[in-house]
């Protein structure tokens, strides 16, 4: 496992820094609340205990973070048009479904539907249309 850092940028390493600095904070604020107060007095033991099982999670909070700024996100290649309809309309079992829901939800909002059936404003619809295209081309040659 590889570690992947985007070194030109410039507004992501400020934030990452703003949040470390965040948590930093919190662990600061713990130690100053809870364990240097209770430090020589009868709740001296709850405070430790207190205090590592913040240190736990702060610990795993830490290196979730790390590990999930490191990881190398991936990639979709250019071109890649393998998407099948069952998986673009999860819940539906067609694009037609998928468009009466979507005008259902649209004219929720707005009050009517303009559309009147046509699914070239969905993005769904144009993966679909891609699909078809590419057929068409393919039995062009």
């Not at 990639?75 to 829901?101: C, H, M, Q, R, T």
């Not at 005008?103 to 539907?113: C, F, H």
């Amino acid at each position: 496992m590889g570690c992947h850092l985007l070194c030109n940028d410039g507004l992501g390493r400020c934030m990452s820094i703003f949040v470390y600095i965040i948590m930093l904070l919190g662990m600061l604020v713990v130690v100053l609340t809870i364990l240097i107060p209770a430090l020589g007095t009868e709740d001296e033991a709850r405070a430790w205990i207190e205090y590592f099982c913040y240190s736990f999670f702060w610990s795993m909070m830490v290196t979730s973070h790390m590990r999930t700024m490191c990881a190398d996100p991936g990639f979709i290649p250019e071109g890649y048009n393998e998407y099948k309809e069952e998986v673009l309309v999860a819940p539906f079992k067609s694009f037609a479904e998928y468009d009466k829901a979507y005008d259902t939800i649209k004219a929720g909002r707005s009050g009517s539907v303009k559309r009147n059936g046509d699914r070239s404003s969905t993005r769904l619809a144009s993966v679909n249309d891609s699909e078809q295209n590419e057929k068409v081309n393919e039995q062009d040659y």
